[in-house]
């Protein structure tokens, strides 16, 4: 699942696949703003089919906090 | 002039106020209602019985629709949310966020939402929680801003949404009002040039200083926090883009503009105060009253779309 997710994060915030890393946070380490992370929400929601509400979007800061949250709802 | 927008909010021209911090009080907001378009009431960071007088003041001047704008990063912004439902306020429109945990309760208020959103992703999302319409706000607009333009943003969002959009940023006059119905919207949102009508209880400094504005005189601050604010070019702009360019950190350029809007629309200090305006400040040139502004938005672009005639 590492690996789709990461695919996602690289086509929608434009950033290099090996920037990507697990613990890595999207505001402080990938550059993303609020836009992007709406635009990167979306993109997920698609892939997995689960909706993820704004009040969840303050607990995702890193690509983990994503995977956990998708697998935990899925 | 019926459009999906004006069916929706129950007003004659599809024409908004926008719900800008400081200069969207009770006063403005029932004149533009009054005029036929839709006033609103800023809510910004106001505490929520600041926002529960605003609205019953502006029941006493005007028996027609008006809505509240409320900055969903505001302290306040969940108090402020019950306080629309409470006072019975017909339209909501929402900045900063998505507005999707009030959405139920508003709804069952029979609150129309309004969310204004800076991107296609966004709008897709607000329409599925809910939302009646859009404001799709390009970043000609004062104030916090997006990235996109509204030439590129409007028709790009009017394509991927159902629900009706409404265009911001950039339209002072009949001939921006025609071009966003070109490129899909049902109605306009307009900030700057009801900064400087008579009914805006704005600082004569802060209104001589849009009027006097050229096309070049806007300045975007903020870049590089992720918080882009534009407004006219002054002594506050100039050393907080010189800051940002030596990486300056956040605490130090947030001193710069605290208060900043306070001092420049109540104060009248334009010099080191925060003058936001849009890009569009370099065409209002004139001082009007909410009716005259609309009424010449109107037959303005009414006569540019019934008699478009762009070539043999």
Redesign the interface.
Known sequence: MLEKVKEIIVENLGVEEADVKPESNFKEDLGADSLDLFELVMALEEEYGVEIPTEDLEKIATVNDVIEYIESHK | MKTEVTSLLGIEYPIIQGGMAWVAEYHLAAAVSNAGGLGLIGAASAPPEWVREQIREAKKLTDKPFGVNIMLISPHADDVAKVVIEEGVKVVTTGA??P??YMEMWKKAGIKVIPVV??V??A??MERCGADAVVAEGTEAGGHI??NTTMVLVPQVADAVSIPVIAAGGIADGRGMAAAFMLGAKGIQLGTIFVVSNEAQVHENYKERIIKAKDIDSRVTGRST?HPVRALRNDMTKKYIELENKGASFEELELLTLGGLRKAVVEGDVKAGSVMSGQIAGLVKERMSCQEIVQKLVVEADGLIKGAKFYE
């Open positions: 966020g998505s999707e945990k800076a991107s992703a966004l897709k999302r997006g990235e992720g």
